[in-house]
């Protein structure tokens, strides 16, 4: 199957620093890939749909300026936390749809990363 | 819209224990069904998918069919092992390339 990586796996920083996390398609290319946030109830929330060469697609309740997405190439997206703050502490999943998978839309995962703002 | 509804966790059970947990969704047409597995610190991976109506998604022992009649997708296992011990998301497609719905996760924990 079609491969998604995230780096970083883990990340731990200060108070009012920004962060970013890249999202990188290897084996195939991805004109659309998902940002999504995970509670430590598990629940997955849908954060923004990130579109190569345009802006991304926020959701409802998530704040563009804070969370900045920028998808400049078929195989990468980057989620950038702006000024972070402990409450944007958790585990964030990026996403893609693979064009051969595209019927079915099946959706390939990242390992996910682990924000932890001190 | 797109809604996935699925059991609430968590759900413990014994070693060779059966496995069931209830996926049931709402959508227009005919969305592609799938349920994700994640095991603990790392991101969701496909267990199993299904397409259309009456088709029977399988993978790892782990089995969902796609009941259109009653818009579900339960997933069963016969005899479910420690190593099954992770988080279980119900979720849907509605057409190509649409973000996908997911149920809200049902922790399963297996016990020797």
């Known amino acids: 199957g079609a491969v998604v990586s995230q780096h970083p796996s883990w990340v731990i920083c200060k108070s009012g620093t920004s962060v970013k996390i890249e999202c990188r398609s290897l084996?195939?290319?991805?004109?659309?890939m998902f940002w999504y946030r995970q509670f430590p109830k598990q629940s997955l929330m849908l954060m923004a749909t990130s579109n190569e060469g345009s802006k991304a697609t926020y959701e409802q309740g998530v704040e563009k300026d804070k969370f900045l997405i920028n998808h400049a190439s078929l195989t990468l997206s980057t989620l950038t936390v702006t000024s972070a703050h402990p409450e944007d502490s958790s585990f964030y999943i990026c996403s893609a749809q693979s064009p051969g998978q595209g019927a079915s839309g099946e959706l390939f995962f990242g390992e996910g990363s682990r924000l932890t703002v001190l | 819209g797109d809604s996935v509804t699925q059991m609430e966790g968590p759900v413990t059970l014994s070693e060779e224990a059966f496995l069931t947990i209830n996926c049931t969704y709402t959508?227009?047409?005919?969305?592609?069904l799938f349920w994700y597995v994640q095991y603990p610190g790392e991101g969701l991976q496909l267990l199993l998918k299904a397409t259309k109506a009456d088709d029977k998604g399988s993978n790892k022992g782990f089995e969902a069919t796609y009941r259109k009649e009653t818009t579900s997708f339960h997933l069963e296992k016969g005899s479910v092992q420690v190593s099954d011990s992770a988080v279980y998301f119900c979720a849907l497609n509605s057409g190509g390339y649409q973000k996908v719905t997911f149920g809200t996760g049902t922790k399963l924990q297996v016990i020797p």
């Open positions: 084996d195939f290319q991805a004109t659309t």
């Open positions: 959508a227009t047409g005919y969305p592609s």
